[in-house]
């Protein structure tokens, strides 16, 4: 179900009640500076969590292709050597246009460390 | 890490000697090279890589890959503005994903600082795979230093 990127950066999923959970584990791969996340690495997962929201979304709305289209993302705190979790939340699914968030997380979920807004095109 | 506390950035910086130290990190492990640099500006190199692909169908990279190395060439096109490392983070990266990247070609990824103050510098950036006129991504966003630039 992922992308070989997904497996670079060593996700895995988890079920949860909304969209499908993504978990990222600290290791060389995905650090930056020394002891910290890489931004391109967090803004990454959060490009997947948005990708597996959207897709769960769509495939109850008859399927479809997606192309990105932008992705603005906010980093709130350094990325410590801990579990990442990652969820995205569509906020509107139209024709052809997807508004999707995601949030990137470590202790709790109301204390992100990264948060991301995007746009994706929708191929039907 | 070329890192100094010296206040002033005097100690030059220079962006080949910087990816010569081939880190054990995220940068290192996407394979992301040095390709040219000016007095505020830096050019890296993405080489095209399976195990980078987003949609198995196309072939094409994913959209991460790509803000990691337009993350990277824009902090290092700070460094470049400061003449000197100065340790700092992302505050916002926004891309727009012009196109999708070509299957096999490598991506360039040019980081520019157009502005600096003490505490937050601004870049922007494009991406290509050959031909700088026919961009795959533009890049905006905002680095800050914690213990300020100077």
Not at chain 1, 54 to 60: C, E, I, Q, T, W
Not at chain 1, 81 to 101: C, F, I, M, S
Not at chain 2, 25 to 54: C, F, K, M
Request: glycine share 12%; hydrophobic share 45%.
């Amino acid at each position: 179900m992922l992308p070989p990127y997904a497996d670079f950066l060593g996700l895995s999923i988890e079920a949860s009640d909304g969209a499908p959970v993504l978990v990222m584990p600290f290791g060389p791969d995905v650090i930056g500076r020394p002891d910290f996340l890489h931004g391109g690495a967090i803004g990454g997962l959060l490009e997947m969590a948005a990708v597996v929201a959207l897709k769960h979304a769509l495939d109850a709305d008859g399927g479809g292709r997606i192309k990105p289209i932008n992705v603005t993302v906010d980093y709130m705190r350094g990325g410590r050597d801990k579990l990442t979790r990652a969820q995205g939340t569509v906020t509107r699914l139209g024709n052809r246009v997807a508004n999707v968030e995601a949030i990137a997380w470590q202790d709790e979920p109301d204390r992100p460390i990264a948060a991301a807004r995007m746009n994706y095109l929708i191929v039907r | 890490m070329p890192g100094d506390d010296n206040a002033a950035p005097s100690i030059g910086f220079d962006p080949r000697l910087f990816f010569k130290l081939r880190f054990v990190n995220h940068s290192g492990r996407l394979g992301i090279g040095y390709r040219d640099h000016g007095d505020d500006w830096v050019e890296l190199t993405l080489p095209y890589a399976e195990e980078l692909i987003g949609d198995p169908s196309m072939g094409v990279l994913a959209s991460g890959p790509i803000l990691a190395l337009m993350d990277m060439a824009t902090s290092v096109a700070v460094w470049r503005k400061l003449d000197a490392f100065k340790p700092h983070a992302t505050l916002d990266l926004r891309i727009d994903y012009l196109r999708p990247a070509r299957p096999g070609q490598t991506v360039i990824g040019r980081g520019e600082c157009y502005r600096i103050t003490r505490s937050i510098a601004f870049v922007r950036g494009q991406a290509h795979d050959g031909d700088p006129a026919d961009p795959l991504a533009h890049v905006a966003g905002t680095f800050m230093a914690a213990e300020g630039y100077w």
